[in-house]
């Protein structure tokens, strides 16, 4: 496991997530939440409503930063994840974006092969300095022992969309173009790799101390086709970080991957692993740990409900890690409708399971 090398003075990390990330034993498991910052408060909703369209809240450092931070000034999380998306590079490389009120993402969807000659990834960074100047003012705005990550979504994901035009439920074309045109598919690969590795850079010399691959849609693929361009591209991009910064952890999350999670992390060299909640807790305990770190992977349904169950649920998690290299997580990220008071319960269960341990 990466050992990290933000505290030059000490070869132990003082941070929460840095010290899971490293191996090192904790009285309780370090605590974000996926989408932690969002629709579901209303200071969220208040700063967007002002920002004028979602990718301007994206690109206003000031804003993106304020964002980012208003999750840790009232849960007092472990972690801060940059407020962004994962098609910000898309947009980067010459693809048209919107977001579209009650619809969501739409891009201008790439056809055919012969349209890859317009996506550019060595001019990613002129659209995507305003991202790193938000990486600069969180992380100066950061309590002390809490940690930035950064992300980026990894290549099989973007690509979906990409090739979609919009988010899909079938991932028909995506498919189409794995199954009956994979040559094309790999050179789209490639400049997403090429992208992302910049992209990730950029962030880790702005402030981000982790950084994490969000493959949403790993789990549509076949065993093949999900090492080809799942497994292998998540590899690239995490061996070129870890060349050019080798003390920054690399959490990897291929949603929907199932018992290809296992090996997943060693062949990857992915310093954690998040577990969507369909992974089940015995299996992830006794196959993926001590292997590697693991992040999740409570339901996000339960912080809806909250109450007992979802008690219940933060308890039973606890109890599956407990003495183990975990980090506590959601299986995917918050709802809009996630009531404020739930995810207060859930910080107090967390942290007060430092106590009852």
Same mark, same amino acid.
Request: neutral net charge.
């Given at each position: 496991?990466?050992?990290?090398?933000?505290?030059?003075?000490?070869?132990?990390?003082?941070?929460?997530?840095? /010290?899971?990330?490293?191996?090192?034993?904790?009285?309780?498991?370090?605590?974000?939440?996926?989408?932690?910052?969002?629709?579901?408060?209303?200071?969220?909703?208040?700063?967007? *409503?002002?920002?004028?369209?979602?990718?301007?809240?994206?690109?206003?450092?000031?804003?993106?930063?304020?964002?980012?931070?208003?999750?840790?000034?009232?849960?007092?999380?472990?972690?801060? #994840?940059?407020?962004?998306? #994962?098609? @910000?590079?898309?947009?980067?490389?010459?693809?048209?974006?919107?977001?579209?009120?009650?619809?969501?993402?739409? $891009?201008?969807?790439?056809? &055919?092969?012969?349209?890859?000659?317009?996506?550019?990834?060595?001019?990613?960074?002129?659209?995507? &300095?305003?991202?790193?100047?938000?990486?600069?003012?969180?992380?100066?705005?950061?309590?002390?022992?809490?940690? +930035?990550?950064?992300?980026?979504? *990894?290549?099989?994901?973007?690509?979906?969309?990409?090739?979609?035009?919009?988010?899909?439920?079938?991932?028909?074309?995506?498919?189409?173009?794995?199954?009956?045109?994979?040559?094309? $598919?790999?050179? +789209?690969?490639?400049?997403?790799?090429?992208?992302?590795?910049?992209?990730?850079?950029?962030?880790?010399?702005?402030?981000?101390?982790?950084?994490?691959?969000?493959?949403?849609?790993?789990?549509? $693929?076949?065993?093949?086709?999900? /090492?080809?361009?799942?497994?292998?591209?998540?590899?690239?991009?995490?061996? *070129?970080?870890?060349?050019?910064?080798?003390?920054?952890?690399?959490?990897?999350?291929?949603?929907?991957?199932?018992?290809?999670?296992?090996?997943?992390?060693?062949?990857?060299?992915?310093?954690?692993?998040?577990?969507?909640?369909?992974?089940? @807790?015995?299996?992830?305990?006794?196959?993926?740990?001590?292997?590697?770190?693991?992040?999740?992977?409570?339901?996000?349904?339960?912080?809806?409900?909250?109450?007992?169950?979802?008690?219940?649920?933060?308890?039973?998690?606890?109890?599956?890690?407990?003495?183990?290299?975990? #980090?506590?997580? +959601?299986?995917?990220?918050?709802?809009?409708?996630?009531?404020?008071?739930?995810?207060?319960?859930?910080?107090?269960?967390?942290?007060?399971?430092?106590?009852?341990?």
């Amino acid at each position: 496991m990466a050992q990290s090398s933000q505290i030059p003075s000490s070869p132990i990390p003082v941070k929460p997530l840095l /010290r899971t990330l490293a191996g090192l034993p904790s009285e309780r498991p370090p605590l974000w939440l996926m989408r932690q910052a969002g629709r579901y408060l209303p200071e969220y909703r208040e700063l967007r *409503a002002k920002a004028g369209s979602f990718l301007d809240l994206c690109y206003t450092p000031e804003l993106a930063a304020e964002v980012t931070l208003q999750p840790i000034r009232r849960f007092g999380f472990d972690a801060a #994840i940059l407020f962004a998306d #994962i098609l @910000l590079i898309p947009q980067a490389l010459g693809q048209g974006l919107a977001f579209k009120e009650n619809e969501g993402p739409v $891009l201008d969807a790439i056809r &055919g092969a012969a349209e890859l000659t317009r996506l550019n990834p060595q001019g990613i960074h002129g659209r995507l &300095g305003p991202v790193y100047e938000a990486v600069a003012l969180i992380k100066a705005a950061l309590p002390p022992d809490c940690t +930035l990550i950064g992300f980026a979504g *990894a290549p099989w994901t973007v690509a979906t969309y990409m090739l979609e035009g919009r988010g899909s439920t079938d991932h028909a074309a995506a498919k189409t173009w794995a199954f009956g045109n994979p040559e094309a $598919l790999s050179r +789209l690969i490639d400049i997403l790799v090429e992208a992302t590795v910049a992209y990730l850079g950029r962030q880790i010399e702005a402030g981000a101390e982790v950084v994490q691959l969000f493959d949403t849609w790993a789990g549509v $693929l076949p065993e093949a086709e999900f /090492r080809r361009f799942c497994l292998e591209p998540v590899r690239r991009i995490i061996a *070129a970080v870890k060349e050019k910064y080798p003390g920054v952890p690399v959490i990897a999350f291929p949603r929907g991957a199932g018992v290809l999670l296992d090996g997943y992390a060693a062949a990857t060299g992915a310093d954690a692993l998040g577990l969507d909640y369909t992974v089940p @807790l015995g299996w992830a305990r006794d196959r993926l740990w001590p292997k590697t770190v693991v992040q999740g992977n409570l339901d996000p349904r339960l912080l809806v409900v909250g109450g007992q169950a979802m008690a219940d649920g933060v308890h039973r998690l606890l109890q599956s890690f407990q003495g183990r290299n975990h #980090i506590f997580n +959601l299986g995917h990220g918050i709802v809009p409708e996630t009531p404020v008071r739930h995810v207060e319960d859930l910080v107090r269960l967390v942290k007060g399971s430092a106590v009852s341990a």
